[in-house]
């Protein structure tokens, strides 16, 4: 058991993270705020900082992180970011959400664009473009950023006190409001975007999410990757260009989220392992707080 294994989520602080992670962001964001409504000048500078800003989850997990458990937990919950011992999900993480899009839009095919959209993106593919706006999607639009924090410290210390379902619905909320500055800002994709659609959307990944978390023992890897698909799905594939191809999308998504939480339970999300029962998760449910 590693070291950042040991660290007692119950001795977590939740508000401390929510208060670094919050504070760090809106920040940096907060000149872009200001300069959308002309309170002060616009500059190039403020698009740097919205970057900057989206480091808020990242900086308040490790930083807590290595203040409970030393720089030994620090550095156990940077290796997290890069192993995963479950082929299966490591796989559905990179696969799920771009499969959903794809079968959304076929859906939507017999009435709309949606397939010939679709073939003009993998044109680019084939142009190697695809490839550099993976890179810039992964690197600066949140997966990195946020995962850290989100999946790897919050998700920890909410499963302590609350079954998973709980949790990733509560945790869900949060991310969305962390977001909602952006949907004050012009210079964001969010800007002029649905507020509350985005955070019922957000909910429903935020059980995806759990569920691939608490079944790969907290690879923070597994959340990188799944949130990059999805970020990569929403900016090459543009389900909103078709009306229906979104409803589709969502239709879908919601079943894949119902079917996990019936098949896996909503207490763990996690499948039992009866081959191995000393098996100890990350999430150490047993201590619960009630």
């Not at 990195?144 to 920890?156: H, I, M, N, P, V």
């Not at 909602?180 to 995806?208: D, H, M, R, W």
Request: glycine content about 8%; some cysteine.
């Amino acid at each position: 058991m590693t070291e950042i294994d040991q660290l007692d989520p119950l001795n977590r602080s939740l508000g401390k993270y929510l208060i670094i992670a919050f504070a760090f962001s809106w920040t940096f964001w907060l000149p872009s705020l200001l300069a959308t409504y002309a309170i002060i000048p616009q500059s190039p500078l403020y698009n740097l900082l919205l970057i900057i800003g989206s480091f808020g989850p990242l900086i308040a997990g490790f930083s807590l992180t290595i203040k409970e458990g030393g720089i030994e937990g620090g550095i156990e919950l940077w290796k997290k970011g890069f192993h995963c011992n479950k082929k299966s999900f490591f796989l559905i993480s990179i696969s799920l959400i771009p499969l959903l899009c794809i079968i959304s839009l076929l859906l939507a095919s017999i009435s709309d664009e949606g397939v010939l959209f679709l073939y003009f993106r993998l044109y680019d593919f084939r142009q190697g473009y695809i490839l550099t706006e993976i890179f810039v999607l992964f690197l600066f639009t949140g997966p990195f950023q946020e995962e850290f924090g989100w999946r790897g410290y919050a998700l920890c210390y909410l499963q302590s006190k609350m079954n998973a379902f709980e949790a990733s619905l509560i945790l869900g909320g949060i991310w969305s409001v962390w977001h909602f500055p952006l949907f004050l800002i012009n210079e964001t994709a969010y800007f002029g975007q649905n507020f509350y659609g985005f955070t019922v959307y957000l909910l429903a990944l935020s059980i995806l999410f759990t569920w691939l978390n608490n079944n790969t023992n907290g690879s923070i890897l597994v959340a990188i990757l799944f949130h990059t698909s999805i970020n990569v799905t929403s900016a090459l594939f543009l389900q909103r260009v078709s009306p229906l191809g979104s409803i589709y999308f969502i239709i879908l998504l919601d079943v894949v989220m119902i079917a996990i939480i019936v098949i896996f339970g909503k207490d763990t999300l996690k499948r039992s392992d009866k081959n191995n029962t000393k098996e100890k998760s990350t999430i150490k449910f047993t201590q619960k707080a009630y």
